[in-house]
């Protein structure tokens, strides 16, 4: 009998691109020019490029492609018309080994929803092309390892588009008779096509001059609306310190005469580093105290140095292909942390990016859709910008480093940046360049490429009084994930020290253990008292250390540990199995975490944004990662439990903490920050306590703030809470804020984090008020990616919170996949949930799964996710 079903519904068969597929491209093109007549409902695009044979075969040009339908093709300036179309792309036959092949289309901006390619946003014209984005705009093979170097020549509306900028450097400019201008450029530097930019618009700029380390002067320009021109001093001011600093730390010198940065509100991440032009979310430019909190600006800085820093882990040197992205994302973000922690609290930031991989990646590498920072396959490359590739991939780096110390490493860099400098290079040849610079073997350390999911350390130490000898007992194991169910031990560097427990001495210094078997003894002579064990220390590796230290070893730590990263970590795990505990018994002891807290909060010598850091609970979601069944109810309620236990005990100490933060006047300073921070985080113990004054003192906190971090963190306080003041400072908010975009995120994002009960009615009908829009990302993740997050709500018993996600994603999909398959992940967690929560999950994914017209993205992301 015929099967309808099937015939209605074929079965999707998604096209896998293997890693070892690659081969090298069988053209290149070493020149293209291209010429836009821009306009945002039409524009036409005509590409001349220089193409040559790579070697002696005799396949056809395959120019990549989206569909578009060619308005001509020329073949050494004669019109030709045996070209065919195939998945989109454009196939020439050339019998020739070198060619000019001419084609012109035309694309429509303003349509284009999607934001990858030639795209509208606030009125202006621009491009996002990483990954491939560029064959939207033209015929191209749009692979990172063909090289080009590019002319632009542009023509617009003078009064729409007054500015237009491309990459590299201006060349001529000039006007038409008809009201248009034209504007050249010309990028000397060979570039693959994912580095293409342009922006056509009505922009003002913030300009300055870096001088560089060998005295050329290049025009820096952070390209804005003209309203929010005083909002780009932060940006501009980080640029430059970025500059010296990868002058300074790295020996890298920028290269083009001119650097722009174009700020746009429609982005689909955070930014793009187009060679000398890159194009930025606004959210990582705009900043001021009114406006922004010393998150944004911290974050601010942190994009623009990692963007600039692509300029060589990235242009200069690019991916061969893209399974190698963490060649340059891994290694960036690493550059850029470096960065930040050379802006201020290095202890503090390191807790800052552990906290974010453990919230981000742990759990990527723990599921449906975990990959090694070096893929093997992918349907969709989008759905790989992922935590794994790049934060696991800085940790990747980060391990290297730690393993070759602070001058082999710098040796290996440069070994790196001199030998592929100008090519499309590899993971391999990155950690080969650090191998030959540094004499050291990384054959065994090369897993952490291939193999996914999070080692699990565990460690314990035997101490034997009589003859002063303690053994330590060190050994891994990875858990198996998606295609890989066998795992071989890998090269972890676990820094490690141990203390006295009655004295605090120390008595082994602080030593680099290399655990590459199974498992490991080291055993320590001399040792007259208990020794309290320190391991892990700085997060030296990216693992999960389980220990037998008891609760008071714990407390010991927190005290006394002289590794800030450390001394975080021990009261961490000390607050996790007081609420591990409670959240399985309904009930726990909180004395050790009230107690450890107090002494935290007593000691003088610590820097208050360090304390700040400390004091914190985990996260509803770093709690269920610890569990085998996540109970969200359950958890929420050890945590309040515990919250409130903490507020009310200490009281008298966050009233104080609290006064002593106070400040005259706004300054953004690492010390001004910390105080900032540590005021917020006592406001919310105070509120926790249930204190009668707390909500009175939040609204006056909001009222009184003369920056964005107070008000937004008192508002966060409120909004979680039942007051009357509550619902006047989201009114107060939203009217004050109605025309900034990125603060009202910040009204829709704090409303969809709230500890309420109700928070999915009040997210449910946000997500009809008249500021809400899919089509703008910033918006929708501040909406629906912050809500799908808070996991008490989402995780609801009914499954309305999966339900309500997965219709938002639905639709979002049809604008824009790359955005809404990033909103995926939530839903894959069924695994971790009870069996009615898992089946009503899975009835989400398999709705999305079966939606007509789904993405190719989507499908990727909730297939695996099934799977
Ligand atoms: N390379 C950009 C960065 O600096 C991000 C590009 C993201 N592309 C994407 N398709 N998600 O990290
Ligand atoms: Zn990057």
Known sequence: MLDVQAIAHPPLSPHVIRREDYTPPDWQVPEIALDFALDAAATSVRATLNVVRSSAHDRPLVLDGAGQTPLSVKVDGVAVNDWWLKDGGLVIPLRGSAHVIETEVEIAPERNTQLMGLYASGGNLCTQCEAEGFRRITFFPDRPDVLSVYKVHMVADKARYPVLLANGDPIAQGDLPDGRHWADWHDPFPKPSYLFALVAGDLVANRATFTTMSGRDVALGIWVRAADLAKTEHALAALQTSMAWDERVYGREYDLDVFN???????????????????????????????????????????????????????????????????????????????SADQGSAAVKRIEDVRGLRAAQFPEDAGP????????????????????????????????????????????????????????????????????????????????????GTPRVTASVAHDAGSGRATLTLSQRTPPTPGQLDKQPMVLPLKLKLFGAETAQTLAAEQLVLLDQPSEQIVFEGISERPVLSINRGFSAPVVVETDRSAADLAFLSAHDDDPFARYEAMQQLMLDTLVESAANGTADHRAVIAAIAGTLDDAALDPAFVAEVVLLPSDAFIGDQMARVDPEAIFRAREALRRDVGRSLDTRWRAAYDAAQADSFEYSPAAKGLRRLKTVALGYIAASGAADAAGLAFGQFEAADNMTDRQGALATLVSGDSPERIAALDIFYNRYSDNALVLDKWFQAQALSARDDTLEIVAELSRHRDFTLANPNRARALIGAFSVNQRAFNAADGAGYRFVADQLIALDRLNPQTAAKMIPPLGRWRRFDAARAALMRGELERIVATPGLSKDMFEQASKSLA
């Open 369 to 452: 859709l975990a990959h090694p920072i070096r893929p093997d396959e992918y349907q969709e490359i989008s759905n790989f910008y992922t935590a794994t590739i790049y934060n696991k991939g800085a940790e990747v780096i980060r391990m290297i480093a730690t393993i070759l110390g602070p001058q082999r490493f710098r040796a290996g860099t440069d070994l790196y940046f001199e030998r592929f400098d100008g090519t499309a290079a590899t993971c391999e040849d990155f950690v080969a360049s650090m191998e030959a610079a540094s004499g050291v073997d990384l054959s065994q350390f090369r897993l952490w490429y291939s193999q996914a």
């Open 261 to 339: 940065i174009v700020a746009v509100d429609d982005f689909n991440f955070g930014a793009m580093e187009n060679k000398g032009l890159n194009i930025f979310n606004s959210r990582y430019i705009l900043a001021d105290a009114d406006t922004a909190t010393d998150y944004d600006f911290d974050a601010i800085a942190a994009v623009v140095a990692h963007e600039y820093f692509h300029n060589w882990s990235g242009n200069r040197i690019t991916c061969r292909d893209w399974f190698q992205l963490s060649l340059k994302e891994g290694f960036t973000v690493f550059r850029d942390q470096g960065f």
